[in-house]
């Protein structure tokens, strides 16, 4: 478990309410955070998805579990390679590193809207929990990753090359998420 909710931050209200569809690009995105075993030591991947068509838009993975080598890398990513218009909505689980003061303080940099998850419902975030069951039983659980060299390695092919490129998704009519709506 990687949600670190019991804390003293803001929390604010779910924008989404279970509603995962998003009919043009970088207006939605949703991100959470999951563990990755190396005989190293854990890893922390960090995924943002569009809502529009699942792409993953951004990621990090550190070795830490706060905002600063998590969430913030990972949206500076997304924000990066994207550029979304003012009011996007950015929807995360109740999580310490969405919740404090540096990441909301990049969000509003970014004019983006935060949304967060009602406590103790992972349904609210189901759209990312499914990328990671995905992305787990596809690879991670196949995988003896001996450095954690190795598994970011791993990782950054199976989203860059695999998942984003060439993977078929079902929500998307079987269609591969960087090709969807073009």
Not at 21 to 30: A, E
Not at 91 to 98: A, E, R
Not at 109 to 121: L, P, R, T
């Amino acid at each position: 478990m990687t949600t670190q909710s019991k804390h003293t931050h803001p929390v604010s209200p779910n924008l989404l309410n279970q509603d995962f569809h998003s009919d043009q690009p970088n207006k939605i995105w949703v991100s959470d955070i999951t563990y990755i075993w190396t005989m190293a030591g854990w890893l922390y991947l960090t995924v943002i998805l569009d809502l529009f068509n699942r792409q993953v838009v951004g990621w990090s993975i550190s070795r830490r579990l706060t905002a600063n080598t998590t969430t913030i890398p990972a949206l500076v990513d997304a924000f990066q390679r994207h550029h979304p218009a003012k009011g996007l909505i950015f929807h995360s689980d109740l999580g310490v590193q969405y919740a404090c003061y540096e990441f909301r303080k990049k969000l509003s940099e970014y004019k983006m809207i935060q949304s967060m998850s009602s406590k103790g419902n992972c349904y609210d975030n189901a759209v990312v929990e499914s990328f990671f069951r995905t992305l787990k039983t596809e690879l991670v659980y196949f995988e003896k990753y001996v450095t954690r060299e190795q598994a970011k390695l791993s990782i950054f092919e199976y989203i860059e090359v695999f998942y984003n490129r060439q993977r078929l998704h079902s929500a998307l009519g079987y269609q591969i998420p960087a090709e969807f709506g073009q």
